[in-house]
């Protein structure tokens, strides 16, 4: 890698970093100190609907300090596992096409022969041909089905492999962003609405594609 595409790459994750920090200790500081205008807060929670933008905030910073490591340790991985499953998805499909151009290749042969039998005798043989002509049919038939049915089912493992390692890696990540922001703030921030920012933030996060 040059220091070119390493300086493009590490000025992001730096600022990335930076701003986390930022929201992490900003919200932290409004948790412990909420503003006038956070006074509604108070409110709902009187309701039963317990919100702290501070702690979500900060919940949110924290997570952006780790996601430098969670994309070294989690993404990078992910990504090589799926060019891994990829490339080998690609050989099966390589084998697929070999046995199509096979079984290709002895339809023509069976068609030589067929004509050539014709020539020869064309009155004894018609049977034969017929045989002949049903057992090409069957073989390309056979050949066709077996190919289709290789692609099928190697796109559904791509596909299954991938959905299963992304989830793996979003609900390991959100166990960590919450378990970091619960020792940061000493408090219990596992709940349904901030696992769903989490989400969200992941599913905005650019995974490289396949």
């Known amino acids: 890698m040059s220091q070119e595409t390493q300086k493009s790459g590490g ?3 730096i600022a990335l970093v930076v701003f986390g920090v930022a929201a992490m200790l900003g919200g932290a500081n409004i948790s412990a100190n909420p503003p006038a205008f956070l006074a509604f807060q108070k409110d709902l929670e009187a309701q039963g609907i317990p919100l702290d933008l501070g702690k979500t905030v900060a919940a949110i910073g924290v997570f952006l300090i780790l996601f430098p490591v969670i ?4 993404l990078k991985p992910l990504q090589e596992a799926i060019d891994q499953r990829t490339h080998s998805l690609e050989s099966t499909f390589a084998d697929a096409e070999n046995l199509r151009a096979e079984m290709a290749q002895m339809k023509s042969d069976y068609e030589k022969r067929i004509i050539q039998t ?8 018609q049977s034969q041909i017929k045989e002949a002509q049903d057992l090409r049919t069957q073989m390309v038939n056979e050949a066709n089905a077996r190919v289709e049915e290789m692609q099928r089912k190697a796109r559904e493992e791509m596909e299954a492999e991938r959905n299963k390692v992304l989830a793996e890696v979003r609900l390991h990540v959100a166990d960590l962003s919450l378990q970091a922001t619960e020792k940061l703030l000493n408090e219990n921030v596992d709940n349904e609405r901030n696992r769903r920012l989490i989400d969200e933030f992941i599913a905005t996060a650019e995974v490289p594609g396949r």
């Open 11 to 13: 000025a992001p994750t």
């Open 71 to 74: 994309k070294s340790f989690f």
């Open 118 to 125: 014709e020539e020869d005798a064309r009155n004894q043989i």
